[in-house]
């Protein structure tokens, strides 16, 4: 929830259009008027919350028999359409103020964000300036862009037309539409977790177990490649999206000496043009005598459209091992897979190197 | 909490004004903190509790003047508590550009940064800066304070920010204000609340157990190796006969004319610092008679020759008594071995009798030797040379040969 949010109330273009255009029409046109003043109070603006009670507060602008009031919630302004995610089903008629005893909740068309007032006992009269709240519990609010899909933030405005009526619904006496705000809070949990020895991701099957903070080759067999994959999960509501990088602190490097794998080194293999594993090249110690490399299961990081079994070079330079446009609020999975590989020049030794994730969710 | 609607009266009252009379009033937003955009956070090292520089980059969402940007770190999306262990008492303004992002002009030593609120930092410029709000289109802010300590989640007592096991993702809250004095609800501008990571790492290890094989093979007679010619010396231009792995018989010898025979020496390993092969003979004599012990061949020595100077051997054994360098051996490596002087064609050295055995401290002569790994796949030459002249005894010559490979892990 944010706190001291302002509900937005939206004066819509497309009502002043009519307005404007209302002013070439004869005065003898019947106009609707508007609520003034007009306003809403929600108890929660937390997109998708459960239990939230909206409140309409509206002072009528015309005395005027009303026997049905009309609440239409919609994506747009004077719109039809209910917000997708918006739960309408469990309201009822809440503390009133303005209005007699006699009004009933008619939730007949509440799945296209209809909810009506009927007065039992037929229309009664309402002054001008009447101040009427109108109290609809239990409402669950709806989705982030479930009424802007477009919205690069994590806000969304959605609406709310009152309208009271002088009959069942035939006769306008009032109406004024209302723009209300929901907001969410960002949130991103980025989870690394070990895939065992004999899994197949993307064409490769691990040949060790890995957990979430080691990848450990073992003892490499000359010109025999070993390889292990971790599963990776982003979870965020990060509108615009991320990018998950991964890099070397420093060359996979040995205890004993300066000897260094070299970053998978393939014909023609870069982190944009990933290759098939092939054994190392080198025909020098430390110079692709020994290969670290990686495939990633992502078909949306560039390069990698056809991934099945290619490998590009991992290095100290970032390569983005998996990214996002937009938000995965139910979470994205990608496999990463090393590659380690040895010739018969690269030096005896124990080998470690530090590799980070670097996560870069965008707001 | 209940959101009160606030409405006021915008630059469209003058068109509510003139449309009074069609009964139709307008409704406008406060704005009042309006949402940034693409709003990010990238650190430099994400591994927890490590220095690492910390940058924010969002983009003006309202146009106004900006007198001050608040930053604040937070273990929640929306509170003031900063996440666990996080250091902000080091850090310093690097870089600040108003627009252009990362690669926008750096004035960051227009601002002042006031971080005596830990996990905050309020930045602040007396003059201000004018900025084109408009969401994505808005001037871009680039942020950059160095020297943060990141939080730290691997504590029993530490509240995570999220419930990840070996990550966590924390919130940095950033507001923009219309005043370098006072920062609240009627100076903010614009607001927007990012996610931060930070993570543990992975560690890569692998081991690459020593290897070393050695393998002697053998030269058949008539070979003229590659990186060892056989110029005429007026005895011989090639091996005269074949050797094997574990035999060199040279036949019958002729007095005054040179007999060669050949090994070939590969060796595969691993050993970063590269290794030596030495070879000597073994027993009181490189080659005795089988006849009698006290016949012999001896090393050779022709014009001063050592292992470390060889020589070239065009004549024979200088010896004018039997068995006293009436005989020569002689033994060269070829030019690819690594081992000095051997570079040129023809040169001889003496080779090592070493009467203590194949085990002594004594390796004998390097005839091959790498400063680090090989493959395995080249083939090095051991020549052996033999020479008699006139006063060397009639007999079957016998010796013991043995290599000695050292590897330098």
């Not at chain 1, 996979?252 to 090249?281: C, E, K, R, V, Y």
């Not at chain 1, 290619?310 to 290095?315: E, K």
């Not at chain 2, 990238?42 to 490590?50: E, Y």
């Not at chain 2, 530490?158 to 923009?176: F, H, Y």
Request: aromatic residues 8%; negative net charge; proline residues 4%.
């Amino acid at each position: 929830m944010v706190p001291n949010a302002f509900i937005r109330i939206r004066k819509i273009s497309s009502l002043l259009l009519a307005v404007i255009f209302a002013t070439s029409l004869p005065f003898s046109t019947v106009q609707a008027a508007d609520f003034s003043p007009f306003g809403i109070s929600i108890s929660d603006t937390t997109a998708k919350q459960t239990g939230v009670t909206y409140t309409p507060n509206f002072t009528t602008a015309t005395t005027s028999l009303v026997q049905e009031i009309d609440f239409d919630f919609s994506t747009t302004s004077g719109g039809s359409t209910r917000p997708a995610g918006m739960g309408l089903s469990g309201t009822s008629l809440g503390a009133t103020t303005g209005l007699d005893n006699a009004w009933v909740m008619d939730l007949t068309h509440y799945s296209t964000g209809l909810i009506k007032l009927t007065h039992t006992g037929g229309a009664t009269s309402i002054p001008s300036g009447t101040a009427i709240t109108v109290a609809l519990p239990n409402i669950t609010n709806p989705a982030i862009r479930d009424c802007d899909a477009g919205s690069t933030t994590l806000t969304d405005t959605c609406y709310l037309r009152v309208t009271t009526y002088s009959d069942l619904g035939s006769t306008t006496v009032d109406s004024s539409n209302i723009g209300f705000t929901l907001s969410e809070d960002p949130y991103m949990v980025f989870k690394v977790e070990a895939v065992s020895s004999g899994t197949t991701t993307d064409g490769i099957t691990s040949t060790l177990s890995s957990t979430p903070t080691t990848i450990d080759g073992g003892t490499l067999l000359q010109d025999t490649p070993q390889y292990l994959t971790q599963k990776i999960t982003v979870t965020t509501n990060a509108p615009n999206g991320y990018s998950v990088y991964a890099y070397l602190e420093n060359p996979l490097t040995s205890d004993n000496s300066s000897s260094i794998f070299s970053p998978f080194g393939a014909t023609n293999a870069t982190w944009s043009t990933p290759q098939l594993w092939t054994d190392p090249t080198g025909s020098v110690a430390n110079s692709n005598s020994g290969w670290i490399g990686a495939n990633i299961s992502d078909t949306g990081v560039t390069g990698w459209s056809t991934t099945s079994q290619l490998f590009g070079p991992i290095s100290t330079t970032p390569r983005e091992i998996t990214n996002s446009a937009g938000a995965q609020p139910t979470g994205k999975v990608t496999y990463i897979t090393y590659g380690l590989e040895v010739n018969k020049l690269q030096p005896s030794d124990r080998y470690t190197g530090i590799i980070n994730y670097r996560v870069e969710a965008r707001y | 909490m209940n959101q009160t609607v606030r409405k006021f009266i915008s630059s469209a009252i003058t068109v509510t004004t003139a449309l009074g009379m069609t009964g139709v009033s307008l409704v406008a937003q406060v704005a009042h903190g309006a949402q940034l955009n693409s709003a990010f956070a990238q650190l430099s090292v994400i591994r927890p509790a490590t220095t690492s520089n910390h940058s924010i980059s969002f983009k003006l969402a309202t146009s106004n003047t900006v007198k001050a940007i608040k930053l604040v770190y937070s273990n929640t999306a929306s509170g003031t508590t900063s996440p666990a262990h996080l250091d902000t008492s080091a850090a310093t303004l690097t870089f600040l550009a108003e627009s252009g992002g990362s690669t926008g002009t750096d004035h960051h030593n227009a601002w002042t940064l006031d971080k005596s609120t830990p996990g905050t930092f309020l930045l602040t410029n007396s003059s201000g800066v004018s900025g084109t709000g408009g969401g994505p289109t808005g001037d871009q802010y680039y942020i950059t304070l160095s020297g943060i300590t990141n939080n730290d989640f691997d504590f029993s007592s530490v509240a995570k920010c999220d419930a990840a096991t070996d990550s966590d993702s924390c919130w940095i809250q950033i507001k923009t204000y219309t005043s370098d004095t006072t920062q609240d609800s009627t100076t903010l501008i614009d607001q927007s609340t990012v996610t931060y990571t930070i993570a543990k790492a992975v560690t890569v290890s692998a081991t690459v157990d020593p290897i070393l094989k050695f393998t002697v093979s053998a030269v058949n007679a008539g070979s003229i190796v590659a990186n060892d010619t056989f110029a005429a010396q007026g005895d011989a231009t090639a091996t005269q006969t074949t050797s094997t792995s574990t035999s060199i018989s040279f036949g019958d010898v002729t007095v005054s004319k040179a007999k060669l025979a050949q090994q070939g020496l590969q060796i595969q390993t691993n050993a970063n610092n590269g290794y030596n092969v030495y070879q000597k003979f073994i027993g009181t004599d490189a080659l005795t008679g089988s006849a009698s012990a006290t016949n012999n061949i001896d090393p050779f020595t022709g014009t001063s020759a050592t292992w470390s100077s060889p020589k070239a051997w065009t004549a024979d054994p200088t010896g004018t008594a039997a068995s006293v360098d009436s005989g020569w051996i002689g033994v060269r490596t070829s030019s690819n071995a690594g081992v000095a002087n051997f570079n040129v064609n023809d040169v001889y050295g003496p080779p090592v009798v070493d009467g203590a055995g194949a085990g002594t401290t004594n390796p004998g002569n390097a005839v091959v030797h790498s400063a680090g790994p090989d493959i395995g796949t080249n083939v090095y030459y051991v020549t052996y040379k033999i020479r008699v002249n006139a006063f060397q005894p009639a007999d079957t010559y016998t010796g013991t040969s043995v290599y000695n490979v050292v590897a330098s892990y």
